[in-house]
């Protein structure tokens, strides 16, 4: 093994580098399948992802009783995560005509990194890459800082040491201003209890902390596209960055764990999603969810993989998927060749940036050097949310369109990639302020999805890029049962499969019932969940919810009130309208000032039919 180097903090913070330690310069380089290599792939046993037509949950309900469990649920959209299924109902589903697709959790596993051996860092000059890239200038004419302008970044990884000082010093990292710190409540009735500042989709939980490093280097290199981080003092941080970890210690993870992080970061806000990360196989569940983030105006920077292979041919996703935000990096050297790594496709891998020794953070605040294509697509990532801030109308179709246009066009590239350029920030930046007053706009975009309602269950393995090769879908996942529930900013009614679905007769209305279209969130035993609630009156309401609950079982409420701010506290039992295919509450217990704000709430409110 090569002399490499390790490096950490002074006594002043400062990056310290040695060399002559062993350490952890490494190139990230898919292992164990030869070139051209097929495999089955490797899913997590029993468990689906499955997608509705919007009229069909009612339809399938009773083939789903006592055949599976619902895990979670994405955005509203009809896509569901179940696990204990058996292989009698995922026939049944594939061959349902309400079913869009159903299709295996796929597993992701991680790659281990191989010795390149030696690069030398100057901690005194900007040295994250010595590319032309133009960071330098591109900082020169950037804005000045503005805490009310300040795009996020989601990186979808392995999570993220926060307290490392370049963090720390920079205040980079995306605070959640509708959560209230540990106080074990849903403070902005997302699904997720105290999300001050991230989440963690494999133990479904806000500790993001990244026990594998990958996260860490490529937040690192998203925040030092942006300024130095390793030859001049900290400054305050122009982006945020929102650390969300579906990768475990051992950089295994799954295809619902990303898709469920891709619909939070676009629901809470991000522009900018950086996914250092991928595999061959397709996954339409993946597709959808990258489609959302267009509609929504969110760039999404992908991997192109460290196979040395052209993508063209074999398909890496989601670097791959042709949604017109999603922008494909290829890694290249500092002196602008394609790094020995990397894929490369004329027709899919769109831009190239600096991925060969790319120095950056890691846990515990240490420093390192990698290579892959993990390290390219950060940079552009956080470049491209730098030029956000110039022009901050601008869609993630329209900032694509920039980072392509403004790169520098490089002849030995151009036979490799869709731009045959590399990413140059000065450029970009020039570019993003010419266009400061450009109205938003992107063009429709309609899915041309690779398979057509088979389930996919045959496909080949190879490619990897940044830490991960994902040649099926799987990793741990949420336990049952728990509260990552869809985003509320696009929740729409949905039916609950499993409850218990007796009829019940209908009976004379004790009290009228007016129309509330709100939000709540109900605690069922160990669970907080999130519901939409329909209509209310003083003795119970009507919900729509995205997880089954048990009928007659006992559930505290918080609902939120017409104006949006008031919200009061019930407690009642579990009732089930088959008529209107919703679920109801009669109240149990309802406190004095709680009525009385009630009984406010009904006079300011329509009748319900």
Same mark, same amino acid.
Not at 46 to 66: A, D
Not at 172 to 197: R, T
Not at 261 to 280: H, T
Not at 394 to 410: E, F, M, N, V
């Given at each position: 093994m090569a002399e490499e180097l390790v490096s950490g903090m002074s006594s002043k913070g400062e990056p310290l580098v040695t060399q002559g330690l062993w350490v952890f310069t490494v190139l990230v380089v898919l292992l164990g399948l030869p070139q051209g290599a097929s495999a089955s792939a490797e899913v997590v046993d029993g468990e689906y992802i499955v997608r509705f037509k919007p009229t069909g949950t009612s339809r399938v309900q009773q083939k789903l009783?006592?055949?599976?469990?619902?895990?979670?649920?994405?955005?509203?959209?009809?896509?569901?995560?179940?696990?204990?299924? %058996?292989?009698? @109902?995922v026939s049944e589903l594939s061959a349902d005509p309400d079913v869009l697709y159903i299709e295996p959790n796929y597993r992701l596993n991680a790659i281990k990194p191989a010795d390149v051996g030696q690069a030398v860092q100057d901690p005194g000059v900007y040295s994250q890459t010595y590319a032309q890239v133009g960071a330098t200038a591109a900082w020169q004419l950037s804005s000045p800082s503005d805490a009310n302008n300040r795009p996020i970044v989601a990186v979808i990884d392995t999570g993220l040491d926060a307290s490392h000082p370049v963090f720390t010093r920079s205040n980079s990292v995306w605070v959640n201003p509708g959560e209230i710190p540990g106080n074990g409540i849903d403070d902005d009735y997302n699904g997720y209890v105290d999300d001050v500042?991230?989440?963690?989709?494999?133990?479904?939980?806000?500790?993001f902390f990244d026990d594998e490093n990958h996260g860490t280097h490529v937040a690192g290199i998203v925040l030092g596209a942006t300024q130095n981080i390793v030859g001049a003092p900290t400054i305050e941080s122009k982006i945020r960055i929102m650390p969300l970890k579906f990768l475990d210690k051992n950089g295994s993870g799954s295809t619902a764990a990303a898709v469920n992080a891709i619909y939070y970061a676009v629901n809470m806000g991000a522009k900018v999603i950086n996914c250092s990360w991928g595999g061959s196989a397709y996954s339409r569940a993946l597709h959808d969810a990258l489609t959302h983030a267009y509609e929504k105006g969110v760039l999404v920077v992908t991997a192109a993989g460290n196979y040395t292979s052209n993508n063209d041919v074999s398909a890496m996703y989601p670097a791959n998927y042709a949604v017109p935000s999603n922008v494909s990096v290829a890694a290249t050297t500092d002196n602008d060749r394609l790094a020995s790594f990397t894929n490369y496709g004329a027709k899919t891998v769109h831009l190239a940036s600096?991925?060969?020794?790319?120095?950056?953070?890691l846990p515990g605040g240490w420093w390192t050097s990698m290579s892959g294509t993990s390290m390219a697509a950060p940079f552009v990532a956080?470049?491209?949310?730098?030029? @956000? &801030?110039?022009?901050? %109308?601008?869609?993630?179709?329209?900032? &694509?369109?920039?980072l392509l246009a403004s790169a520098d066009p490089i002849s030995r590239l151009r036979p490799y990639l869709v731009s045959g350029a590399r990413i140059n920030m000065e450029n970009l930046l020039n570019a993003s302020q010419q266009n400061v007053a450009m109205l938003a706009y992107q063009p429709d975009y309609s899915p041309q999805y690779l398979t057509d309602r088979s389930l996919a269950s045959e496909t080949t393995?190879?490619?990897?890029?940044g830490m991960i090769q994902a040649i099926g879908g799987g990793g741990a996942a949420p336990p049952p049962g728990s509260g990552a529930m869809a985003m509320l900013l696009l929740l729409s009614p949905l039916l609950m499969w499993f409850a218990l &679905?007796?009829?019940?007769?209908?009976?004379?209305?004790?009290? %009228?019932?007016?129309?509330?279209?709100?939000?709540?969130?109900?605690?069922?035993? %160990? &669970?907080? @969940?999130?519901?939409?609630?329909?209509?209310i009156s003083m003795g119970g309401l009507c919900f729509d919810a995205d997880e089954a609950l048990e009928k007659g079982g006992t559930i505290q409420m918080k609902i939120l009130g017409p104006d949006g701010k008031t919200a009061i506290d019930v407690e009642g039992h579990i009732v089930w309208s088959e008529k209107n295919e919703s679920y109801g509450v009669q109240f149990d217990s309802v406190k004095e000032q709680a009525k009385a704000t009630l009984f406010s709430w009904t006079k300011q409110l329509l009748k319900a039919s």
């Amino acid at each position: 093994m090569a002399e490499e180097l390790v490096s950490g903090m002074s006594s002043k913070g400062e990056p310290l580098v040695t060399q002559g330690l062993w350490v952890f310069t490494v190139l990230v380089v898919l292992l164990g399948l030869p070139q051209g290599a097929s495999a089955s792939a490797e899913v997590v046993d029993g468990e689906y992802i499955v997608r509705f037509k919007p009229t069909g949950t009612s339809r399938v309900q009773q083939k789903l009783q006592g055949k599976a469990f619902l895990k979670a649920a994405f955005s509203g959209k009809g896509v569901f995560h179940l696990t204990q299924t %058996d292989a009698a @109902l995922v026939s049944e589903l594939s061959a349902d005509p309400d079913v869009l697709y159903i299709e295996p959790n796929y597993r992701l596993n991680a790659i281990k990194p191989a010795d390149v051996g030696q690069a030398v860092q100057d901690p005194g000059v900007y040295s994250q890459t010595y590319a032309q890239v133009g960071a330098t200038a591109a900082w020169q004419l950037s804005s000045p800082s503005d805490a009310n302008n300040r795009p996020i970044v989601a990186v979808i990884d392995t999570g993220l040491d926060a307290s490392h000082p370049v963090f720390t010093r920079s205040n980079s990292v995306w605070v959640n201003p509708g959560e209230i710190p540990g106080n074990g409540i849903d403070d902005d009735y997302n699904g997720y209890v105290d999300d001050v500042s991230g989440w963690n989709f494999i133990g479904n939980n806000a500790n993001f902390f990244d026990d594998e490093n990958h996260g860490t280097h490529v937040a690192g290199i998203v925040l030092g596209a942006t300024q130095n981080i390793v030859g001049a003092p900290t400054i305050e941080s122009k982006i945020r960055i929102m650390p969300l970890k579906f990768l475990d210690k051992n950089g295994s993870g799954s295809t619902a764990a990303a898709v469920n992080a891709i619909y939070y970061a676009v629901n809470m806000g991000a522009k900018v999603i950086n996914c250092s990360w991928g595999g061959s196989a397709y996954s339409r569940a993946l597709h959808d969810a990258l489609t959302h983030a267009y509609e929504k105006g969110v760039l999404v920077v992908t991997a192109a993989g460290n196979y040395t292979s052209n993508n063209d041919v074999s398909a890496m996703y989601p670097a791959n998927y042709a949604v017109p935000s999603n922008v494909s990096v290829a890694a290249t050297t500092d002196n602008d060749r394609l790094a020995s790594f990397t894929n490369y496709g004329a027709k899919t891998v769109h831009l190239a940036s600096p991925g060969v020794y790319v120095f950056s953070t890691l846990p515990g605040g240490w420093w390192t050097s990698m290579s892959g294509t993990s390290m390219a697509a950060p940079f552009v990532a956080g470049a491209a949310a730098l030029a @956000l &801030r110039e022009a901050p %109308d601008l869609t993630g179709y329209q900032l &694509r369109s920039l980072l392509l246009a403004s790169a520098d066009p490089i002849s030995r590239l151009r036979p490799y990639l869709v731009s045959g350029a590399r990413i140059n920030m000065e450029n970009l930046l020039n570019a993003s302020q010419q266009n400061v007053a450009m109205l938003a706009y992107q063009p429709d975009y309609s899915p041309q999805y690779l398979t057509d309602r088979s389930l996919a269950s045959e496909t080949t393995a190879g490619g990897g890029c940044g830490m991960i090769q994902a040649i099926g879908g799987g990793g741990a996942a949420p336990p049952p049962g728990s509260g990552a529930m869809a985003m509320l900013l696009l929740l729409s009614p949905l039916l609950m499969w499993f409850a218990l &679905r007796q009829k019940t007769p209908v009976a004379r209305r004790r009290y %009228d019932r007016y129309v509330l279209n709100s939000d709540m969130m109900i605690k069922a035993g %160990d &669970r907080q @969940l999130v519901a939409s609630l329909k209509t209310i009156s003083m003795g119970g309401l009507c919900f729509d919810a995205d997880e089954a609950l048990e009928k007659g079982g006992t559930i505290q409420m918080k609902i939120l009130g017409p104006d949006g701010k008031t919200a009061i506290d019930v407690e009642g039992h579990i009732v089930w309208s088959e008529k209107n295919e919703s679920y109801g509450v009669q109240f149990d217990s309802v406190k004095e000032q709680a009525k009385a704000t009630l009984f406010s709430w009904t006079k300011q409110l329509l009748k319900a039919s």
